[in-house]
């Protein structure tokens, strides 16, 4: 067995995008539907590390590492929602036909819709992860505008001085240990934080866009898992998110679960009720 295939996640393999880039993913296990996961913002592969090992036992998963992050190259272009989807486009189209089902943590959840709705034929259905969601109205607040504009050129310096990692790390310390060796090593370079901006640069203007163009599902199934935590750091904003993930599922048509014991990272606190959603859309 090599070491690769003896990871977590499984083999280390590279795709590339029609402008020569390369992007990393992992696969393992075998069987149709082909299970993608996607991240949330300034994250890598290495958050799926309690979810993706129960799934593979069933059916092929994949996980990768978006332009900048982890081993994927990064991206002269700005990060933008469009083109961060079409990444994850042409990633399905070199993994084969399908069909797939898309799993997005947090600012994933705007990813893969907007990834499904360019091709729905070969989709067979979304699990979103505490997913960014346009109908919260906190985020358009000129505070959180002000916030996540002084926040970007931050990033690279708390990555240089050690602090990003330290601010970062400790919740994705649950998972198995090859995964957290990834994590550690791979999601608080400079590279990483500077990545992290970028998407951050246009996160407001590609949400409140999502608004007046929202991604055209068709039927689709789709289920929102949203975090029910609200003590500590997230309960200002937390009722607000739940209330937007109600919103979001009416206006699908979609399937709503609760995650009672999680704030936003139910991926580190709650991953068996991700598992139970994934396992129910391939049944």
Not at 58 to 65: A, E, K
Not at 76 to 89: E, K, N
Not at 195 to 216: G, H, K, S, V, Y
Request: glycine share 10%; proline share 7%.
């Amino acid at each position: 067995m090599t070491e690769e295939s003896s990871h977590t996640y499984g083999i280390s393999k590279f795709a590339s995008t029609s402008d020569g880039r390369k992007l990393h993913y992992m696969v393992k296990g075998s069987g149709e539907p082909t299970v993608v996961f996607e991240s949330g913002m300034g994250a890598s592969r290495s958050n799926w590390g309690l979810v993706q090992p129960a799934i593979a036992e069933r059916v092929r998963t994949v996980v990768y590492d978006r332009a900048g992050f982890g081993k994927s190259d990064p991206d002269p272009a700005p990060r933008t929602l469009a083109r961060i989807a079409a990444d994850l486009g042409e990633l399905l189209t070199a993994l084969g036909p399908g069909p797939f089902i898309l799993v997005g943590h947090s600012w994933g959840g705007p990813i893969v819709r907007t990834a499904a709705a360019a091709d729905r034929s070969r989709i067979q259905g979304l699990v979103l992860v505490d997913p960014s969601d346009e109908h919260c109205d906190m985020y358009f607040n000129r505070s959180t505008r002000v916030y996540f504009r002084m926040s970007r050129p931050l990033y690279p310096l708390l990555a240089r001085t050690g602090l990003y990692r330290k601010m970062g790390s400790g919740p994705g310390n649950v998972q198995p240990a090859d995964v957290v060796a990834d994590h550690q090593a791979e999601d608080f370079t400079v590279q990483a934080a500077r990545t992290a901006a970028a998407e951050l640069t246009t996160f407001i203007n590609d949400l409140e866009r999502l608004r007046t163009e929202r991604p055209d599902l068709g039927s689709l199934p789709l289920t929102i898992i949203s975090g029910g935590l609200t003590t500590g750091p997230e309960r200002k904003i937390r009722p607000a998110v739940m209330a937007a993930h109600q919103q979001s599922v009416a206006a699908y048509g979609g399937r709503l679960v609760e995650a009672p014991q999680s704030g936003h990272m139910v991926n580190f606190d709650e991953p068996e009720l991700i598992v139970e959603e994934i396992i129910r859309m391939l049944e």
